[in-house]
């Protein structure tokens, strides 16, 4: 919130972050750990007087919103929906760092299949998910915003969260 004061990571110590996701060890919290790394500040458990995993945005978002907790962590596409639902969200927000692209999880499919009809049916369903009220019902089950095609330097840039 741009009233906190907050204007950089380091002034996020000892503060409370909440992070979109359903547990420690997903894409937003592997960054965050290497934010800090980079940083040369401690690890999250003892940068931050508390971190708390929501998959429900409003309830990551809001408390920012309202100065109840020092940040947080959401993906761009949800921020911005929310943002939509409620314009001064976006005004009152200061972002301190964002992310390149990042992988969330891979899907795979046997390339010996034969059907290519079958093939395209099941690519055009899962890139297109997003823009149907069932298929982003299904993607918030996983906390994901949209499905797209494989990218190597997707790959590259989820990997260069362990250096």
């Not at 508390?50 to 998959?55: Q, T």
């Not at 978002?61 to 976006?90: D, G, H, M, R």
């Amino acid at each position: 919130n741009k009233e906190s004061g907050i204007k950089n990571l380091k002034d996020l110590r000892n503060g409370t972050i909440q992070i979109l996701g359903r547990k420690e060890g997903q894409t937003p919290s592997i960054w965050l750990d290497k934010l800090l790394r980079d940083n040369k500040l401690p690890v999250k458990e003892k940068f931050f007087k508390e971190i708390s995993y929501d998959n429900k945005p409003t309830n990551v978002v809001l408390p920012v919103f309202f100065n109840k907790i020092s940040a947080a962590i959401v993906s761009k596409p949800t921020f911005e929906l929310l943002s939509v639902l409620n314009p001064q969200i976006k005004k009152q927000a200061n972002f301190l760092m964002e992310s390149k692209t990042l992988i969330f999880g891979t899907l795979c499919f046997d390339p010996r299949n034969k059907d290519k009809e079958r093939e395209k049916f099941v690519y055009e369903t899962l890139t297109t998910m997003h823009n149907d009220v069932d298929g982003k019902q299904f993607l918030d089950l996983f906390n994901v915003d949209k499905i797209i095609p494989y990218k190597e330097e997707h790959w590259e840039e989820f990997l260069k969260l362990y250096e």
